[in-house]
């Protein structure tokens, strides 16, 4: 301070310090409670909220996390390990006919507001559907009425059942309470935010953060006496943030899990004390099928020969142990995988239907074809002679995706085929993906797992292409009338050995049309410590399976919550 | 002094209606339709998204046609409605800036304010030392020339995970509730610290910069001789340099204080800080126009505010600007 403070220094103090105290005063005007969590009895976990909580109405689906599966629960849960339904809140159900369905519901359960739950919720919730708009409306395409027959027995009755999709709605359909929705005016049910959920489930809303949603455990819980006593008295869910961040606070014992993809983690993890699912390759297990579409309203995409020849030139191992460093499995050519699925998969077609990487089989069906250099330029021609100058898209920013599309354009480029990478932005994208716009892309949309292999085919093969707007996969609008009604006749059948040989026609169908190729097994990305918890499920002990997506608590999470056990 | 003002009230309202208007047209010049995106994270039964579409565009009168909803942008900016944030739906808008700007501003406000008065300090005894000048000039021009993300980046790999002293993300603590407790308020300082130090150190180096060579062109100007020729002090002939030197410093400090939100991008990225740099980011990233929509308006008002309040300082500080409204120049 070598300058005489002359009268402007004093005002210049004086004005910084009411800035300050002013900004306290702010800061302290938005604080509420005055509470730190015991972190020795606090999970928490990151990988699943892309955004601030906003949220809780089950009736949309962006919705916080959590809010189905912790708050709201199913009627059956699914293990995508065993491929067991385990009954939920349901004591059991069966069909009683072709078309009739009927729950038993377990007594005892209550609402976190004290009400009983009952079979007029269940009724409700179907009915909601029905005479609203919202997003699995649709189920009354097929379902034709819900009764209560008594306070605890429901009866489903269809127009024209879909075995299929029922055994999926069986356990992703949160069942929520009659005398709380029923006085919500129709035009209310999508706006609402329902912030403090009453539901039936093992945790309650606590408080939310602009990156954080807070669950508390919920000490009523109907389950604690059927399944086991969850062990994190918290959960604090996260909301993404970049990689070296989440791995930064996962070396700390910050987070305890995340379900981020968090590339060469196969790397580090010996050294950062981090745990996978496999102890070695593939580390994790699959969770959706990265598929290259082929837009078969262009040529050459137009020509099962082209697309056949494209999926032998596809080297997989390069993307696995290349880009992926293991982290991901080779797909399997019919794209299936997990056992729900794989219970339909026919190796018998595979072994004669199935492709591999061999080049020059690539490079004799493409001659075969008529697909040859006719201009001397050292790239393939169509047989008309017009030159092949193809585009393969996949978002930008996707580090991974773009390493591997990139791998994608030199196979292809090695049986003389020029496929070009590029990366449009993420909603550019969506957009081509909508509109038919593009060559080739790789996409991952509706292959999630499921319980039901007609997920998969219904995802890369349906009927919803000849509008405007493609909206439900099959993006490369590949038009198959026979396949399609193959698939829904899957998807209607509840005969397993009618299921088996029409899941065997489709399989045999996809793999010689080639209407996309099946590349690798996204990962259930999962890495977790045992800073603060200990006893995670892993492959020498599968009893849960730690996943905090969206519509996935009830494929296992709930079980890693009751086994976790807390480091004293 | 009238003519002054209305001359400038004109002038900023023509900017602001410019700047809304570009603000209603570019995200909506963005190729890919928001309620698309916000679809295509869903996976849901056959027919179920085409239903959440409708639903979602007629909530956000998407399907109005653009004059229409331009008129109804004009309505919202003087109602304080900025309708709800796709992302975040069903949150008001104005609800989500409300609580992002508070970190902002205890974020930045005093990360500016404070590199300022260090900065011109600094600066203003480096352009009267030599020896000063040569020690702290090379570490100004180190500093400022420096990429934010680079010494951010450094700053949290040696204080956050090589020395394990100060947290790297977020505002507060995992297992934190906020709440008037010390050990809260010290989680919260810890966590502020970082991205407070990294933006302090990266602009103070500019400020100081700028104020050593507003010194040195004053001291050699010709009032300063004047005075020492009259036998001033040095010190007295110090603090008129540093008093005409400060003047191009309040307008950067205003222009500073108008860019907040724009810095704050980078640091908030790079620390995680929940302000409303961060929610920008993924406005644009999550198409989210009403969002967007808010946080520029936002930004666009404090540029102009701080611009209008220039000017109005000027008349009180500046000499040249008072006496023009007397006609004595």
Same mark, same amino acid.
């Given at each position: 301070?070598?300058?005489?403070?002359? &009268?402007?220094?004093?005002?210049? &103090?004086?004005?910084?310090?009411?800035?300050?105290? %002013?900004?306290?005063?702010?800061?302290?005007?938005?604080?509420?409670?005055?509470?730190?969590?015991?972190?020795?009895?606090?999970?928490?976990?990151?990988?699943?909220?892309?955004?601030?909580?906003?949220?809780?109405?089950?009736?949309?689906?962006?919705?916080?996390?959590?809010?189905?599966?912790?708050?709201?629960?199913?009627?059956?849960?699914?293990?995508?390990?065993?491929?067991?339904?385990?009954?939920?809140?349901?004591?059991?159900?069966?069909?009683?006919?072709?078309?009739?369905?009927?729950?038993?519901?377990?007594?005892? =359960?209550?609402?976190?507001?004290?009400?009983?739950?009952?079979?007029?919720?269940?009724? %409700?919730?179907?009915?909601?559907?029905?005479?609203?708009?919202?997003?699995?409306?649709?189920?009354?395409?097929?379902?034709?009425?819900?009764?209560?027959?008594?306070?605890?027995?429901?009866?489903?009755?269809?127009?024209?059942?879909?075995?299929?999709?029922?055994?999926?709605?069986?356990?992703?359909?949160?069942?929520?309470?009659?005398?709380?929705?029923?006085?919500?005016?129709?035009?209310?049910?999508?706006?609402?935010?329902?912030?403090?959920?009453?539901?039936?489930?093992?945790?309650?809303?606590?408080?939310?953060?602009?990156?954080?949603?807070?669950?508390?455990?919920?000490?009523?819980?109907?389950?604690?006496?059927?399944?086991?006593?969850?062990?994190?008295?918290?959960?604090?869910?996260?909301?993404?943030?970049?990689?070296?961040?989440?791995?930064?606070?996962?070396?700390?014992?910050?987070?305890?899990?995340?379900?981020?993809?968090?590339?060469?983690?196969? &790397?580090?993890?010996?050294?950062?004390?981090?745990?996978?699912?496999?102890?070695?390759?593939?580390?994790?297990?699959?969770?959706?099928?990265?598929?290259?579409?082929?837009?078969?309203?262009?040529?050459?995409?137009?020509?099962?020969? %082209?697309?056949?020849?494209?999926?032998?030139?596809?080297? &997989?191992?390069?993307?696995?142990?290349?880009?992926?460093?293991?982290?991901?499995?080779?797909? $399997?050519?019919?794209?299936?995988?997990?056992?729900?699925?794989?219970?339909?998969?026919?190796?018998?077609?595979?072994?004669?239907?199935?492709?591999?990487?061999?080049?020059?089989?690539?490079?004799?069906?493409?001659?075969?074809?008529?697909?040859?250099?006719?201009?001397?330029?050292?790239?393939?021609?169509?047989? $008309?002679?017009?030159?092949?100058?193809?585009?393969?898209?996949?978002?930008?920013?996707?580090?991974?995706?773009?390493?591997?599309?990139?791998?994608?354009?030199?196979?292809?480029?090695?049986?003389?085929?020029?496929?070009?990478?590029?990366?449009?932005?993420?909603?550019?994208?969506?957009?081509?993906?909508?509109?038919?716009? %593009?060559?080739?892309?790789?996409?991952?949309?509706?292959?999630?797992?499921?319980?039901?292999?007609?997920?998969?085919?219904?995802?890369?093969?349906?009927?919803?292409?000849?509008?405007?707007?493609?909206?439900?996969?099959?993006?490369?609008?590949?038009?198959?009338?026979?396949?399609?009604?193959?698939?829904?006749?899957?998807?209607?059948?509840?005969?397993?050995?009618?299921?088996?040989? =029409?899941?065997?026609?489709?399989?045999?169908?996809?793999?010689?049309?080639?209407?996309?190729?099946?590349?690798?097994?996204?990962?259930?990305?999962?890495?977790?410590?045992?800073?603060?918890?200990?006893?995670?499920?892993?492959?020498?002990?599968?009893?849960?399976?730690?996943?905090?997506?969206?519509?996935?608590?009830?494929?296992?999470?709930?079980?890693?919550?009751?086994?976790?056990?807390?480091?004293? | 002094?009238?003519?002054?003002? #209305?001359?400038?009230?004109?002038?900023?309202?023509?900017?602001?209606?410019?700047?809304?208007?570009?603000?209603?047209?570019?995200?909506?010049?963005?190729?890919?339709?928001?309620?698309?995106?916000?679809?295509?994270?869903?996976?849901?039964?056959?027919?179920?998204?085409?239903?959440?579409?409708?639903?979602?565009?007629?909530?956000?009168?998407?399907?109005?046609?653009?004059?229409?909803?331009?008129?109804?942008?004009?309505? #919202?900016?003087?109602?304080?409605?900025?309708?709800?944030?796709?992302?975040?739906?069903?949150?008001?808008?104005?609800?989500?800036?409300?609580?992002?700007?508070?970190?902002?501003?205890?974020?930045?406000?005093?990360?500016?304010?404070?590199?300022?008065?260090?900065?011109?300090?600094?600066?203003?005894?480096?352009?009267? #030392?030599?020896?000063?000048?040569?020690?702290?000039?090379?570490?100004?021009?180190?500093?400022?020339?420096?990429?934010?993300?680079?010494?951010?980046?450094?700053?949290?790999?040696?204080?956050?995970?090589?020395?394990?002293?100060?947290?790297?993300?977020?505002?507060?603590?995992?297992?934190?509730?906020?709440?008037?407790?010390?050990?809260?308020?010290?989680?919260?300082?810890?966590?502020?610290?970082?991205?407070?130090?990294?933006?302090?150190?990266?602009?103070?180096?500019?400020?100081?910069?700028?104020?050593?060579?507003?010194?040195?062109?004053?001291?050699?100007?010709?009032?300063?001789?004047?005075?020492?020729?009259?036998?001033?002090?040095?010190?007295?002939?110090?603090?008129?340099?540093?008093?005409?030197?400060?003047?191009?410093?309040?307008?950067?400090?205003?222009?500073?204080?108008?860019?907040?939100?724009?810095?704050?991008?980078?640091?908030?990225?790079?620390?995680?800080?929940?302000?409303?740099?961060?929610?920008?980011?993924?406005?644009?990233?999550?198409?989210?126009?009403?969002?967007?929509?808010?946080?520029?308006?936002?930004?666009?008002?404090?540029?102009?505010?701080?611009?209008?309040?220039?000017?109005?300082?000027?008349?009180?500080?500046?000499?040249?600007?008072?006496?023009?409204?007397?006609?004595?120049?």
């Amino acid at each position: 301070m070598f300058l005489k403070s002359n &009268k402007r220094g004093v005002l210049m &103090k004086g004005f910084c310090r009411v800035v300050l105290v %002013f900004m306290f005063i702010v800061l302290f005007s938005v604080v509420s409670l005055a509470v730190e969590l015991d972190r020795s009895e606090t999970l928490v976990i990151t990988g699943a909220a892309w955004g601030p909580p906003s949220t809780w109405n089950i009736l949309i689906p962006n919705r916080q996390m959590g809010t189905g599966g912790l708050v709201y629960e199913t009627l059956f849960s699914y293990n995508p390990l065993t491929n067991e339904y385990r009954p939920w809140l349901a004591e059991s159900g069966e069909w009683v006919s072709d078309n009739e369905y009927v729950v038993n519901l377990r007594r005892g =359960i209550k609402w976190t507001d004290g009400e009983a739950f009952d079979a007029d919720d269940l009724v %409700f919730t179907y009915e909601l559907a029905r005479d609203n708009a919202v997003y699995y409306s649709p189920v009354w395409n097929w379902l034709g009425s819900v009764e209560a027959e008594d306070n605890y027995t429901v009866r489903f009755t269809f127009d024209e059942p879909h075995y299929a999709e029922w055994d999926k709605e069986l356990y992703q359909r949160y069942i929520i309470p009659e005398h709380i929705w029923s006085k919500v005016p129709a035009d209310k049910l999508i706006p609402r935010t329902n912030a403090n959920p009453v539901g039936t489930g093992p945790y309650l809303y606590y408080t939310a953060g602009q990156d954080r949603m807070v669950w508390e455990r919920n000490d009523n819980w109907w389950g604690n006496e059927v399944f086991g006593t969850p062990k994190p008295k918290y959960i604090v869910d996260l909301v993404n943030v970049s990689n070296n961040i989440t791995l930064g606070m996962l070396m700390k014992g910050e987070i305890d899990l995340s379900n981020n993809f968090i590339p060469g983690v196969e &790397k580090i993890k010996g050294v950062a004390g981090l745990k996978t699912w496999y102890e070695k390759e593939p580390y994790m297990l699959s969770w959706n099928t990265a598929n290259l579409y082929m837009n078969t309203t262009r040529k050459p995409m137009d020509d099962s020969a %082209f697309r056949r020849a494209l999926a032998f030139a596809m080297n &997989k191992h390069t993307i696995v142990d290349k880009v992926y460093g293991g982290l991901v499995k080779a797909a $399997n050519p019919t794209g299936l995988f997990g056992q729900g699925w794989l219970a339909y998969l026919d190796q018998g077609v595979v072994d004669e239907y199935g492709f591999y990487f061999d080049p020059s089989k690539a490079v004799a069906l493409l001659d075969k074809a008529g697909y040859v250099d006719s201009d001397g330029d050292g790239w393939r021609d169509q047989p $008309n002679g017009e030159p092949i100058e193809l585009e393969v898209m996949v978002p930008s920013g996707w580090t991974d995706w773009m390493e591997a599309v990139k791998v994608v354009s030199n196979n292809a480029a090695a049986v003389g085929v020029n496929i070009q990478a590029v990366f449009p932005d993420t909603s550019l994208y969506d957009n081509n993906r909508f509109t038919r716009n %593009f060559d080739l892309m790789i996409g991952n949309q509706q292959t999630t797992l499921t319980s039901t292999p007609f997920d998969y085919w219904n995802g890369v093969a349906n009927d919803g292409i000849y509008g405007e707007r493609i909206a439900n996969g099959n993006w490369g609008a590949y038009d198959n009338p026979e396949l399609f009604a193959l698939i829904d006749e899957f998807n209607m059948t509840n005969d397993e050995t009618e299921k088996m040989k =029409i899941a065997a026609e489709i399989e045999k169908t996809l793999l010689v049309e080639m209407p996309t190729i099946p590349l690798w097994h996204n990962g259930l990305w999962a890495q977790y410590t045992n800073a603060n918890w200990t006893n995670w499920p892993s492959e020498d002990n599968p009893y849960g399976v730690p996943v905090t997506w969206d519509n996935a608590y009830q494929l296992g999470m709930i079980d890693v919550l009751i086994g976790l056990e807390p480091v004293k | 002094m009238g003519k002054y003002l #209305s001359k400038k009230i004109i002038i900023y309202l023509i900017t602001f209606v410019l700047a809304v208007t570009i603000n209603f047209v570019i995200p909506r010049m963005m190729p890919g339709d928001p309620i698309q995106s916000l679809m295509s994270r869903f996976s849901v039964m056959e027919g179920g998204r085409e239903i959440i579409e409708e639903q979602l565009t007629l909530l956000f009168n998407l399907d109005d046609p653009l004059p229409v909803q331009y008129l109804n942008y004009w309505k #919202s900016i003087f109602t304080g409605d900025f309708g709800i944030s796709i992302m975040q739906f069903p949150k008001p808008v104005t609800a989500i800036i409300s609580t992002a700007i508070i970190y902002d501003l205890i974020l930045l406000i005093p990360a500016i304010i404070l590199s300022w008065i260090v900065g011109n300090r600094l600066g203003a005894l480096s352009g009267v #030392s030599k020896r000063a000048d040569n020690i702290m000039m090379p570490v100004f021009y180190f500093l400022s020339s420096s990429p934010y993300f680079w010494l951010a980046g450094v700053l949290a790999f040696f204080l956050g995970v090589q020395l394990g002293w100060l947290p790297i993300s977020g505002a507060y603590g995992v297992s934190m509730n906020p709440g008037l407790n010390w050990s809260f308020i010290l989680d919260y300082i810890r966590h502020w610290f970082m991205p407070f130090f990294s933006m302090f150190l990266v602009q103070l180096g500019g400020w100081a910069i700028g104020m050593r060579n507003m010194i040195i062109y004053e001291r050699s100007s010709n009032y300063s001789r004047y005075m020492e020729s009259l036998g001033a002090s040095d010190r007295l002939i110090r603090s008129y340099g540093f008093r005409n030197g400060v003047l191009p410093q309040v307008t950067g400090l205003a222009l500073r204080i108008a860019q907040l939100i724009g810095g704050a991008i980078t640091v908030e990225t790079v620390f995680n800080y929940p302000g409303l740099g961060r929610m920008m980011l993924s406005s644009v990233v999550n198409q989210d126009y009403f969002l967007l929509q808010g946080i520029f308006l936002a930004v666009v008002i404090m540029a102009l505010a701080a611009n209008f309040l220039v000017d109005i300082i000027y008349m009180f500080i500046d000499p040249r600007v008072r006496l023009s409204f007397s006609g004595e120049v």
